[in-house]
């Protein structure tokens, strides 16, 4: 099933309307166990019916291709692509949780893209903030500044292990579990049946991006800051 983005919103209104990844920094399996037990069973009994996949957003692949020297030559091409996937997971995944409105895809496309951009070039794990620097600059550059408020929390939380309440949860949520979703391997589902995160797990693989790339580089800031090694958790 394709929705473009065009007709996304028609096909919304046939839809319920309830309510990665691999990031480039992720929670070690006891945090992502916490995680699950603290939140995972509250969303595992909701029901969704979830809206068609969204295989082409051209502002995803605008916006990453303008980015790509920051991942490297030609020998981490598997990790854009892997990093483009999963921003296609945080785009279809995120809107199941949001009623339709006409900034909803926009928006979280821009996420998406930028919700781990700064981890690139330097395997930077730190990187919620800076991230969301440049989402800020990016959005004040087409003239959308009124968006920054929820576009920096959409970036700075959306590794926050309990569900967010505050400000702008009605786009800050939807992303931290879409996020979630690949980072847990799909074990928190948040009430999304197996069936369609297979269908975009199918249509846009993570490949040697998560886990592969995304541990790889945890384990070497790991390393360089003990003191610190995980810096982009969230309680």
Known sequence: MTTHPENAHSSDQQASGHCGHGCAAHAPEAVREAAASANGAEYDRESLRPREIIHHFPLIDELLEARRVVFGGDDQEPVFQGYRAHAYHILNFGRQWMTAQPERDEKLAIAAVFHDIAAWPNDNLDYLRPSADQADAYLDAIG????????????????????????????????????????????????????????????????????????????????????????????
Do not use: Q
């Open 144 to 235: 959308r500044s009124e968006w920054k408020p929820e576009m920096r929390l959409m970036i700075e939380m959306h590794h926050k292990l309990r569900p967010y309440r505050k400000a702008h949860a009605e786009w800050v949520e939807p992303v931290r579990r879409a996020d979630w979703c690949d980072v847990s391997f799909n074990l928190l589902r948040f009430g999304l049946p197996k069936s369609f995160i297979k269908e975009v797990n199918a249509s846009f693989p993570l490949g040697k991006f998560y886990p592969g790339h995304v541990y790889k580089v945890s384990a070497k800031w790991m390393l360089r800051h003990p003191l610190n090694p995980i810096p982009i958790l969230r309680w």
